[in-house]
């Protein structure tokens, strides 16, 4: 295990600066559907509306200045686009983030209002790193990863940091699965600070790749898939599927069918706004009632940054 | 003045054990866009999403328990149908209310979930009032007015008291004016317990009966309006109206197609979830920045009860 329990603590320390302790809100309609105790670690609520913020804080706080003021350049479709913009923004130096040309409108907005360059490309992974390296190249700026980088994972599992020092007997949490850039780092905090919580990451059935990956043991590298949960669209990365593969005790899938209507329900019912994404651990825990019965479940939602002109349909 | 001070003190006794002491929170965009300081009373995390349940509240706990136990009956488009059935529910009566067949789907669904026994009836005011009369008549239920009443409008004051024990130095207060409710007791609430701060109502251009009575001092009592704000489709009830007269400093008009606009801006920027009708007031101040540059003002949301399947267009 290379990233160790003092280097979270470094990267908690890290980012502090520049996120917000999120809350953890309680779902009296969840806590009644299941017969168990949700806590629910709402990232939407971070300055850029997701998590994505704790990665790119830890990734460019190790950077020295020196390297810093060459600037940033990031590929995303969407909140890790948001979180770099918004550190270049925070840092006063330069950002250019790479965005296929179908993402989210209003992910590409933000990135923008916060003063990034946006670059958009074809929509498929092999045109966001040829066009990525080629600014960094020309540049000499940082490429920020989105997830295949340890220091992008010791970001993110500072979410479940707080979230196990608020409520510190959790038998589950359950995050969701795109990248693994989240599901490794909760399971890192979980194994360093919460031993006993099983961590399940949950992913939608049409994006099955991380499932199929960790049933074989062997990663699924290329993927076609087609949800709507949009922050989920990405394949396994490497670095993260070695700690998903030792430290996650289960995947879980949603059937597509479900997300929109978990999303829908948690915004009637608790007034909060979610991203589709956000939903699959509801639609994936669906059907796992009697795992979750009588028990303490933490669910990181992961941020809120919803195009309201293409919402869909129930 | 017919409700005193120390009414309003009784009347929050009085509902302080049903409802829920709701968030005052801020908005780093609203704030950064008047150059002002917002105070934003979010009453959509009631326990039925609305205020509606404070005056519900304050009638229910003058009745009699032999009054009580003949049951509640009511008419309403939606907030203040769920407020009675929730009433009902927790107090173990039974309640009828009557809801015009046009009804925003999710608020009579809440009304029965709650219990309620719902009557969908022709959506013009007096087939309401014939068939919650005649329900009286033929139950001995007592008929729970939705806003023309003393104690309705005492509940409904307790939203501007938790306001103002919060943020005791509001230059403005704003809140939406649809049966005037809520913003007479808002102002009689400013009145007692803040006299320095300005109470404005906040109307759709398009039900503005509310602010032609305030201008020439003459109730409107019909009008058709047709505005996306479904909590503000009646017309101001003759006990309200008086109020806001003698206590209200003016109505502002919100343009119809900065309501939604406002709604979407507020969702994407808070990630809370509020129903048109509260985003009345922010499309009424939009073209008041002059008067708000450099203030304190506080908003009331009143509520997050929005229908998913059917949101306004962009």
């Given amino acids: ?7 979270l603590r470094k990267a908690y320390s890290r980012v502090r600066p520049f996120v917000f302790k ?8 969840l806590d009644a559907q299941y017969e168990a105790q949700f806590f629910i ?9 997701a998590f994505k913020i704790r990665g790119a804080a830890n990734f460019t706080q190790i950077l020295s200045d020196a390297e810093l003021k060459k600037g940033l350049v990031t590929h995303s479709s969407g909140n890790h686009a948001q979180a770099v913009a918004f550190m270049a923004y925070k840092l006063g130096i330069k950002a250019s983030v790479v965005m296929p040309d179908n993402s989210n409108k209003v992910k590409i907005a933000n990135a923008k209002k916060w003063g990034a360059e946006v670059i958009l490309c074809e929509p498929i992974i092999e045109a966001r790193l040829a066009v990525s390296n080629r600014i960094a190249r020309e540049t000499s700026a940082t490429i920020v990863p989105p997830f295949d980088h340890e220091w992008i994972i010791e970001g993110q599992a500072t979410a479940a940091m707080e979230l196990i020092a608020d409520v510190p007997d959790l038998d589950y949490i359950i995050a969701p699965l795109g990248g ?3 599901l ?3 399971a890192l ?14 992913e939608p059935e049409n994006a099955s790749d991380g499932f199929e990956g960790f049933k074989t043991g062997i990663r699924v590298s290329s993927f076609k898939p087609n949800t709507i949960a949009d922050g989920l669209r990405t394949t396994v990365g490497e670095i993260p599927f070695e700690y998903i ?8 899938l949603a059937p597509e069918d479900l997300i929109a209507k978990s999303m829908f329900e948690y915004w009637q019912q608790t007034k909060h706004i979610i991203e589709p994404s956000c939903a699959v651990p509801m639609a994936a825990f ?12 933490g669910i990181i939602i992961t941020g809120g940054n919803v195009d309201f002109t293409s919402l869909p349909s129930l």
């Fill in 180 to 182: 693994g850039g989240l």
């Fill in 189 to 202: 905090a979980a194994h360093y600070f919460s031993p006993k919580t099983v961590v399940i990451g949950a």
């Fill in 184 to 186: 490794s780092g909760t």
């Fill in 41 to 49: 670690k709402s990232e939407q609520f971070q300055p850029i509306g």
């Fill in 1 to 7: 295990m290379t990233i160790s329990k003092y280097d």
């Fill in 22 to 29: 999120t809350p953890v809100v309680s779902s009296s309609y």
């Fill in 286 to 297: 669906h059907s796992k009632r009697d795992l979750l019965k009588g028990k303490k479940v």
């Fill in 245 to 252: 593969k030792k430290l996650v005790s289960d995947i879980w």
